[in-house]
């Protein structure tokens, strides 16, 4: 927080990350859109009713948004956000093992779960299976990133696809011009959408991106 006050303070040529900021250009990914759209696709398409989240730190604006984007596509859904499925970790994979085996032993019970990243909802895949359930036929599960090995799994892990790549690149790209004086957007929002594989329960045939 500090160090990006003294920046916009100083008027340098700055361009911040998945982070917003009153005076400084931000790059980021539009999360909500493909978060809503693929917890939509659990309920519509799967019938999941309890659907679990599995956020990242309380102080991460990326995750707060997709936090949001679950909540609201429940409620809009007509179903309940319960904060009891709520559990927050630090986008690992054990901390995807660790949160799931504590909603398993503490909480209500959840027939989906929705992880904030990849690496967290991989681990959620392997503390259900620790616990006995199968993915997706017990729990279904969709995750945020579209890391490779989300591809190469199998089952195949459903989630939103967000490139790291484009991000970066356009972050450059606003860096550069502002750098040789140009007048950049204040804000650029990438568009996400889901990448349906298997864990969500559709069936290899029916892998795409929505």
């Known amino acids: 927080g500090g160090l990006v006050e003294r920046l916009a303070a100083h008027d340098r040529p700055v361009v911040l990350v998945e982070r917003s900021h009153s005076h400084l250009p931000t790059v980021a990914f539009d999360g909500a859109v493909g978060t809503e759209a693929a917890v939509r696709h659990l309920v519509r398409d799967h019938g999941a009713r309890r659907v679990a989240c599995l956020a990242g730190?309380?102080?991460?604006?990326?995750?707060?948004h997709r936090e949001e984007a679950w909540a609201r596509a429940l409620t809009d859904a007509g179903l309940v956000a319960d904060p009891a499925l709520l559990a927050r970790g630090s986008w690992s994979e054990a901390d995807g093992i660790r949160l799931v085996e504590r909603l398993l032993a503490e909480g209500p019970a959840f027939d989906a779960l929705f992880a904030v990243n990849d690496e967290t909802a991989i681990g959620a895949i392997r503390g259900l299976e620790r616990a006995g359930l199968r993915v997706p036929n017990d729990v279904r599960v969709c995750g945020f990133d579209d890391i490779p090995p989300?591809?190469?799994?199998?089952?195949?892990?459903?989630?939103?696809?967000?490139?790291?790549?484009?991000?970066?690149?356009?972050?450059?790209?606003m860096l550069i011009a502002r750098i040789a004086g140009e007048t950049t957007p204040t804000a650029i929002r990438i568009p996400t959408a889901p990448v349906i594989r298997s864990t969500c329960g559709c069936s290899q045939e029916e892998e795409r991106v929505r």
């Open 57 to 64: 730190p309380a102080d991460s604006e990326a995750s707060r």
């Open 150 to 173: 989300a591809g190469w799994m199998r089952p195949g892990l459903t989630t939103v696809s967000a490139p790291p790549r484009i991000l970066g690149r356009e972050a450059a790209r």
